[in-house]
C-alpha cells in the first residue's frame, strides 16, 4: 500500500509551494484580496503561466490534468499559498460546467486558458440553502422558443469581473427538485442583470446578482432543458475536493506557523511549548489534522465511483468543517494577542478555514446529507 | 435561599429601565444590537447622560460621585444596559483606576483625578503587556528611573486598547531588579501628551482598530504620579485585575445575543424550512442557552458571596473563562446561522456615508468579523489558561 503522491504529482505541489513561498507574498496577496477588485491580475497571470489551470483540466481540453488526484494536488499548494485569484471559481466550477456544453461551450474552457475568458457558475441562492438542487431562479419558455430567466443568485465570489455566468434556473418542480434544472451561459453585459458587491472577511469580492427577464437563447443552455442537475452536482462536488484539499494546505501551514511559535515564544523563562498543558493541545491539532487529511484522501479515492462520490464527499466536507473550525480557534488562541493581528500570517489562514465551511453546505448540512445517502 | 430581588431593587430595575427607554439613542442600539462597533463621539456622548444621571460610576462613594451601589444594584444597572443595546462603559477610567486610587491612591490623587472620569476630560488606557511579558506580566521591563522630580521612563506597551483615544495611561513600570520580578514593579500615571510617546496602531485580524503598541523614550513623569507605594504596584494591579474580572458574566449580553440569533434562525430557510427548526442547528442553540442559564446562577452565587463579604477570589476566574467561552459560542453559531452571507464584511454598513450594497440581514455587516475579533476574549484580561492557573492554586491547591 502507498498513500504516496506519483513523482510528477509531487513534483508539480514542490513547485508550487515554493513558488507561493518565493513570489506570492502575503502582505501583497492581502491587500489584493480587501481590494475593489478582490485579488491581484499580476498574480493571476503569473500563476496561468505556470500552467495551475491547465493541471485542473483535462488533456482533450488542452489541460493536461484534470483528475481528482490533480486537483487535490494542486488546491492543497494553493491553500498553503492562501491564494485568493479565482482558481475554484474559473478552473473547477466554470470549467467543469463548460466542459459538458456544446462546442461552442467547451471552446470556452480553451479560451479560460488562452485568458480569453472568465466564466463564474452562479449558482447559490438562499443563503443558508447548501442543496445543490436548491434553485428558484425561474426559467419561462416563451412563445418564439426562446427563454427568459428571472431570479436573484447570492454570495458569488469573484463574479463582478465576469465574462460569462453560468446560471442554474428552473422551469419546472419544485425549489429543491433535481428535475427542471438547466444551465444557461450568457455574456455579464446581457440586459437585465445588477450586480451588487461587497467587501468578504477572508479576501475576494461576492456578489448578489439579479436577473430580470434576461433574454437566453436555446444554443445558450449547457446541456439538455431541465436535465442539467448532474452537470452542476458535478461541478459542485469538484469544488469541495478543491476546497477541502484547501482546507488541508491552509491547516499544513498554520500548523507549521503554530509550531514555530510554540518553539519560540518564551513565557516564564521557558518557551511555552515546554508546558504539557500546551504540548497536549498541539497535539491533538496534530491528530485533527491528520484525520481531516485522510477524509479529503478518501473522498479523492472514490471520486469518479458514481455510487460513493456524494457520501465520501459529505464526509469529508464535514471533517473539514469540524476540524477547520478546532484548528483556527485553537491556533488563535494558542498564539495569544499574536494571533489577533493583521500583520501576522495565521489570522489570514484561519478565516479562510473558518470560511471555508460557509461554502457548498457546512458541517451541520453535510452530516445530514451523509446520515441521508 | 431566595433568589428574588427587594422591593427597593425591583424598584431601582424599573428606574434603570425607563432611564434607558428615554435616553439611549436608537442609531447607537441599532449598532449594538447589530454587533457593530461603536465610535468614541458615541461613548463619550452616552458617558454623558450617564453621568448627569449619577450612574457613570453607580459603585463609587458618593462623596465622589457615586451613588454606592451593591453588587446587586451594579447586576441590576449592567444588566438592565446590557439587555437594552446601551453602549459598554468604557471601563479604564471609572472601573479600574477608580478602584485602585479609592484604596491606595493619595486624598490629592483622588480629587484631582476621579471628577475628570466622570467629566469625561481624561480617557484613560492601560499599560499593562509588553511584547515579552503577556501571561508571564511580572517580567515586564518597562523601566521607571527616579530623576529628582520626575520619572524618566523607557519602554514599550502593546496590546493597549483605544491608546488613540486616550489622553492618559495607568502603568506597570520596573522600578527595581531587586529579590522577585513580583517587587519591583511600580504604579504610575503618565500623560500621553508627554514628549517622547509614540502610539502605533495594531490592526486586528478582522480589520478594526481597537489595540495599540506604544513607545517610550525619555518621557518624564512627575513623581506625585506615582501611585502607592514604589514597589507595591504588583499588588495593586492585581486587586486591579480582580475587578476587571468580575465584570466579565456578560449575562445580559449574552442573552440578548441570544435573541438577536433566533430572530435571525427563524427568518433564514434550511430545507426549506425555519433554520431554527432544524434539529442540529435547534441543539446547538439549546447547549448555549442552558450553559448561559447555568452561569446566570453561577454569577448570582458569587454576587451572593460578595454581599455577604466574601471577597472575589478565584471565582472570578471561572466567571471569567465562562462569560468568555459562551459569548464566543454565541458568535460562532450567529456567524453559522448566516450561511453563504458570513462571507460579508462591510462593518460600516450602517454609518452614516456607507454607499455600499445594503447589507441584509443587517447583523451580517459584522457577523465573522464579530466573530473573530471576540476570540480575543479568551486571551485577554489573562488568558483562560491563566485563568485555569489561578483556579489550580487557589481553589485546588494544586
Given at each position: ?75 492543497e499548494?494553493l491553500g498553503r499559498g492562501l ?162 484539499s484547501e482546507a488541508l494546505g491552509i491547516m499544513e501551514r498554520i500548523k ?68 477547520g473550525?478546532?484548528v483556527a ?19 489570514h489562514y484561519a478565516?479562510r478555514l473558518?470560511?471555508i ?17 | ?398
Amino acid at each position: 500500500m502507498d498513500f504516496k503522491p506519483s513523482p510528477e504529482r509531487q513534483i508539480l505541489f514542490d513547485t508550487l509551494k515554493k513558488y507561493f513561498e518565493n513570489e506570492y507574498s502575503l502582505s501583497d496577496r492581502n491587500i489584493a484580496a480587501h481590494s475593489d477588485l478582490g485579488y491581484s491580475k499580476k498574480a493571476w497571470e503569473a500563476m496561468r503561466e505556470l500552467g495551475i489551470l491547465e493541471s485542473l483540466i483535462d488533456p482533450e481540453l488542452d489541460g493536461f490534468g484534470g483528475t481528482a488526484l490533480d486537483i487535490s494536488t494542486v488546491f492543497e499548494a494553493l491553500g498553503r499559498g492562501l491564494v485568493v485569484e479565482p482558481f475554484l471559481e474559473v478552473g473547477i466550477l466554470a470549467a467543469d460546467v463548460l466542459s459538458r456544453g456544446n462546442d461552442a461551450q467547451k471552446s470556452l474552457v480553451k479560451k479560460i486558458l488562452e485568458n480569453e475568458c472568465l466564466p463564474i457558475l452562479a449558482h447559490s441562492e438562499t443563503d443558508t440553502e447548501y442543496s445543490k438542487s436548491f434553485v428558484e431562479t425561474k426559467l419561462s419558455v416563451e412563445a418564439d422558443g426562446s427563454y427568459k430567466i428571472s431570479g436573484t443568485k447570492r454570495m458569488i465570489k469573484h463574479a463582478s469581473e465576469a465574462t460569462h455566468f453560468l446560471v442554474t434556473c428552473r422551469n419546472t418542480g419544485d425549489a429543491s427538485s433535481e428535475e427542471g434544472i438547466s444551465i444557461a451561459c450568457i455574456p455579464t453585459d446581457r440586459e437585465g442583470i445588477k450586480i451588487d458587491s461587497f467587501a468578504t472577511i477572508d479576501g475576494g469580492r461576492v456578489s448578489d446578482l439579479t436577473f430580470t427577464n434576461v433574454s437566453i437563447s436555446s444554443e445558450e443552455l449547457v446541456g439538455e432543458l431541465g436535465m442539467s442537475y448532474s452537470i452542476v452536482s458535478h461541478a459542485i462536488d469538484t469544488g469541495i475536493l478543491a476546497i477541502c484539499s484547501e482546507a488541508l494546505g491552509i491547516m499544513e501551514r498554520i500548523k507549521e506557523l503554530t509550531l514555530e511559535y510554540l518553539k519560540t515564544r518564551k513565557q516564564f523563562g521557558v518557551p511555552i511549548g515546554k508546558f504539557q498543558a500546551i504540548q497536549h493541545r498541539m497535539a491533538q491539532l496534530l491528530v485533527e489534522i491528520e484525520q481531516a487529511r485522510s477524509s479529503v484522501i478518501n473522498a479523492t479515492i472514490y471520486f469518479d465511483d458514481e455510487t460513493e462520490r456524494e457520501k465520501t464527499i459529505s464526509a469529508a466536507k464535514f471533517s473539514i468543517g469540524k476540524i477547520g473550525t478546532l484548528v483556527a480557534e485553537e491556533s488563535i488562541q494558542l498564539h495569544g494577542g499574536m494571533g489577533m493581528t493583521w500583520e501576522y500570517d495565521l489570522g489570514h489562514y484561519a478565516k479562510r478555514l473558518v470560511l471555508i465551511d460557509h461554502e457548498f453546505g457546512d458541517e451541520d448540512f453535510h452530516l445530514q446529507k451523509y446520515i441521508s445517502l | 435561599m431566595d433568589l428574588n430581588f427587594t422591593k427597593e431593587q425591583e424598584n431601582f430595575q424599573i428606574e434603570v429601565r425607563s432611564f434607558l427607554n428615554e435616553n439611549l439613542e436608537p442609531q447607537v442600539v441599532e449598532k449594538v444590537k447589530n454587533g457593530i462597533p461603536i465610535t468614541k463621539e458615541d461613548s463619550e456622548k452616552w458617558h454623558q447622560k450617564l453621568n448627569e444621571k449619577g450612574w457613570l460610576a453607580g459603585t463609587w462613594p458618593k462623596q465622589y460621585g457615586g451613588q454606592e451601589w451593591d453588587v446587586v444594584e451594579k447586576f441590576i444597572f449592567e444588566e438592565e444596559c446590557g439587555s437594552a443595546g446601551a453602549p459598554r462603559i468604557v471601563p479604564f477610567g471609572v472601573g479600574m483606576l477608580a478602584p485602585v486610587l479609592m484604596k491606595f491612591g493619595s486624598q490629592e490623587q483622588r480629587d484631582y483625578w476621579l471628577p475628570r472620569m466622570l467629566t469625561g476630560e481624561d480617557w484613560w488606557c492601560q499599560g499593562y503587556s509588553e511584547p515579552g511579558s503577556g501571561s508571564d506580566l511580572a517580567s515586564l521591563k518597562t523601566s521607571a528611573v527616579r530623576d529628582g522630580d520626575n520619572y524618566i521612563v523607557n519602554g514599550q506597551k502593546t496590546w493597549t486598547t483605544f491608546a488613540q483615544h486616550a489622553n492618559m495611561i495607568f502603568c506597570l513600570v520596573r522600578t527595581s531588579n531587586e529579590g522577585k520580578p513580583q517587587e519591583g514593579i511600580s504604579f504610575i500615571l503618565i500623560d500621553m501628551n508627554s514628549p517622547g510617546i509614540e502610539v502605533r496602531p495594531i490592526i486586528t485580524l478582522d480589520g478594526s482598530h481597537e489595540v495599540n503598541e506604544i513607545f517610550f523614550s525619555d518621557v518624564k513623569v512627575p513623581v506625585q504620579n506615582l501611585v502607592g507605594e514604589e514597589n507595591k504596584g504588583w499588588t495593586y494591579a492585581k486587586y486591579l485585575l480582580t475587578h476587571e474580572r468580575t465584570g466579565n458574566a456578560n449575562v445580559a449580553v449574552s442573552k440578548r445575543k441570544i435573541q438577536k440569533l433566533k430572530k435571525l434562525a427563524n427568518d433564514a430557510k434550511k430545507n426549506e424550512q425555519p433554520l431554527s427548526n432544524d434539529p442540529m442547528f435547534a441543539s446547538r442553540l439549546a447547549q448555549i442557552e442552558i450553559d448561559l442559564q447555568n452561569l446566570e446562577i453561577t454569577n448570582l452565587r458569587t454576587l451572593a458571596s460578595v454581599e455577604n463579604g466574601e471577597a472575589p477570589g478565584a471565582e472570578s476566574s471561572i466567571i471569567k473563562i465562562l462569560g468568555s467561552e459562551i459569548e464566543q459560542d454565541i458568535d460562532n453559531l450567529t456567524r453559522k446561522s448566516l450561511g453563504k452571507r458570513a462571507f460579508v464584511n462591510e462593518p460600516d454598513a450602517l454609518s452614516k456615508g456607507y454607499n455600499g450594497a445594503e447589507v441584509f440581514p443587517k447583523a451580517a455587516a459584522y457577523a465573522s468579523g464579530k466573530y473573530f475579533n471576540h476570540r480575543k476574549k479568551s486571551i485577554y484580561a489573562g488568558s483562560n489558561e491563566i485563568q485555569k492557573n489561578i483556579i489550580s492554586k487557589l481553589m485546588l491547591n494544586l
